[in-house]
C-alpha cells in the first residue's frame, strides 16, 4: 500500500474528482478526511470507502473562508495528527458553452476567482502545517484547457493556467521545507458528471450516442482514448506516495497523450 499510515486530507471529497482520488487514497491504505460543505454527498462517499475496507471522516468546512479552513484544519489535526497528503478537488464553478464576445465579465471571471481563493486558502494552510510537521504532499488538478485554449470554455483555461502557476511558486517557497506540490493534468474525463453533460450535449447536438463521441474525441490520442476518472485517481496516489519524492512543482500527464509534453 503506497500511502498506508498517512492521514489524507480531500478537499472537495463529495464530488467526482475528490471522492474518486479519496477512493484512492483510501485502497492504498491512508485514513482519508472527507471536506466540503455539504454532509450528505461526504457521507455516501464515506459509505463507499468503508465497504470497501478503508477508513474515512467526513467533516464540513468552507474552502473559499480563510478562517474556517484554518478553524477546520486545527481540528483535524487535533484529533488525527499531521497531515501528510492533501488533495484539492474544490469546483470552480466554471461556466462554459459560449465565447468570451458574449460573456459577461462577472461570468468569465468566476472560476479564475473561485479557482485561485479556494487554493490560496487550502495551499497556504497546508503548506505552513507541513512545513511545521516535517513535510508532505499537497495536490490538485488542472485541466488540458490550461496548456492549449479552447473556444467556450470562458475563463476555465484561463483558471486551470492560473491555479498551475499558483502551485508552482507554492512548490518553490515550501520545498526547502519538505512539502512537494504537484498536480494532475486531466483530459476531462468521461465519467465526470460535468464532463458527460457536455458531450451529451454534444451528442443532441449532432445526432450521435454518448459512445460514439467518445470514440470520436478520443481517436487523435495516442492511446485512442479519454482517461477515466479512476486512471486520473490513480496519478494522483502516485503523486501522493515516496514513488514519486523526487518530483514537485510538476504534474502528472493524464490525458492520454491528448498533450505531448
Request: net charge negative.
Amino acid at each position: 500500500m503506497l500511502l498506508k499510515g498517512k492521514t489524507a486530507l480531500v478537499y472537495g471529497g463529495s464530488g467526482a474528482v475528490g471522492g474518486a482520488v479519496a477512493r484512492a487514497f483510501a485502497r492504498e491504505g491512508a485514513h482519508v478526511v472527507l471536506a466540503a460543505r455539504r454532509q450528505g454527498p461526504l457521507e455516501a462517499v464515506a459509505a463507499e470507502i468503508r465497504s470497501a475496507g478503508g477508513t474515512a471522516d467526513v467533516t464540513l468546512v468552507d474552502a473559499f473562508d480563510a478562517l474556517a479552513v484554518e478553524q477546520h484544519l486545527a481540528a483535524v489535526v487535533d484529533r488525527h495528527g499531521p497531515i501528510k497528503v492533501m488533495f484539492n478537488g474544490i469546483s470552480w464553478d466554471d461556466t462554459q458553452g459560449e465565447p468570451l464576445t458574449l460573456m459577461p465579465f462577472e461570468k468569465f471571471l468566476r472560476p479564475v476567482q473561485l479557482g485561485l481563493t479556494g487554493w490560496f486558502h487550502t495551499g497556504t494552510a497546508l503548506a505552513r502545517h507541513m512545513g511545521q510537521n516535517g513535510g508532505g504532499v499537497i495536490l490538485g488538478i488542472t485541466a488540458n484547457a490550461g496548456r492549449e485554449p479552447f473556444g467556450g470554455v470562458g475563463g476555465f483555461g484561463i483558471a486551470c493556467a492560473a491555479v498551475d502557476h499558483f502551485l508552482r511558486q507554492l512548490a518553490v517557497e515550501n520545498g526547502p521545507n519538505k512539502v512537494r506540490v504537484c498536480w494532475v493534468r486531466s483530459p476531462g474525463s468521461p465519467d465526470a458528471p460535468g464532463v458527460r453533460e457536455a458531450w451529451q450535449l454534444y451528442a443532441d447536438a449532432n445526432g450521435k450516442t454518448l459512445a460514439e463521441v467518445e470514440i470520436e474525441f478520443g481517436k487523435d490520442t495516442p492511446l485512442r482514448r479519454v482517461t477515466p476518472l479512476a486512471q486520473v485517481a490513480d496519478a494522483a496516489v502516485l503523486l501522493a506516495s515516496d514513488l514519486a519524492a523526487g518530483m514537485t512543482g510538476t504534474l502528472a500527464n493524464a490525458t492520454g497523450g491528448a498533450q505531448i509534453d
